[in-house]
Nanobody, 120 residues
């Protein structure tokens, strides 16, 4: 499975961005997609995930601001980020696995990451 993340950029605090993650290859075994982020000097942290049944998980820090969705026909997952804060600045990675989980170790495939920078 290959994952291609896109949509990052520079935005002012309070603004919005939408990230996309397109999956290709043998996607049949990857029933869940997740987004993680990593800021400089920090560990990679869970942001959100969506399972095959539509189950969605969100980190507390993004609840009410970020929304994950999927277009199965396009094998693409989206992350709509609203009300962005400077602390959301990080490289955002999409990942694919069998189940929607908080633990990055549960994901088998990773995209290359896309930078999101929120200015104050």
């Amino acid at each position: 499975v290959q994952l291609q993340a896109s949509g990052g950029g520079l935005v002012e605090a309070g603004g919005s961005l939408r990230l996309s993650c397109a999956a290709s290859g043998r996607t049949a075994s990857s029933n869940a997609m997740g987004w993680f982020r990593q800021a400089p000097g920090k560990e990679r942290e869970f942001v959100t995930a969506i399972g095959w049944s539509g189950t969605k998980l969100y980190a507390d820090s993004v609840k009410g601001r970020f929304t994950i969705s999927s277009d199965n026909a396009k094998n693409t997952v989206y992350l709509q980020m609203n009300s962005l804060k400077p602390e959301d600045t990080a490289v955002y990675y999409c990942a694919a696995g069998a189940w929607a989980r908080w633990d990055p170790g549960q994901y088998d495939f990773w995209g290359q990451g896309t930078q999101v920078t929120v200015s104050s």
